[in-house]
């Protein structure tokens, strides 16, 4: 699990950077900017979390369901606030960012459950990594 981890988070990590390259050319560029460092930031915790794998105590489902949980929303965060950057889209749970662009209501309802999803998922995992520690 430690080498997945290492790989997502360097994975991510990489596409934070490749994102900061696109910021200019994106709808929102302050919100292309959050996305750039959603990625950066979420994808240096994955690799932290795997070094801290070795400590963490877990059943086998337990500890798969944490990584899917933390990898599901490190990934969506960064996609979230890359398709509102694209889109002008983030009105409703990103009023900062957004800098009051505004999307169609499917988009912004796609940018919406996207980012309660991840919020949600990082809790609970991050709760069972805690649990196992």
Do not use: D
């Not at 959050?34 to 500890?63: I, K, R, T």
């Not at 912004?108 to 990082?122: A, Y």
């Amino acid at each position: 699990m430690q080498t997945v981890l290492f790989a997502l988070g360097l994975v991510l990590f990489l596409l934070g950077l490749l994102t900061g390259i696109a910021v200019p050319a994106l709808k929102n560029p302050r919100m292309a900017l959050s996305s750039h460092l959603e990625a950066v930031l979420n994808g240096l915790f994955l690799v932290v979390l795997g070094l801290l794998w070795p400590h963490v105590q877990l059943p086998a489902a337990w500890g798969a369901t944490a990584v899917v949980l933390i990898v599901y929303s490190a990934y969506v965060n960064w996609l979230a606030s890359l398709l509102a950057a694209a889109w002008g889209a983030g009105r409703k749970l990103a009023p900062i960012a957004a800098a009051g662009h505004q999307a169609s209501a499917a988009k912004e309802m796609i940018v919406s459950v996207l980012l309660v999803s991840l919020s949600l998922s990082v809790v609970v995992g991050v709760g069972i990594v805690i649990a196992g520690l």
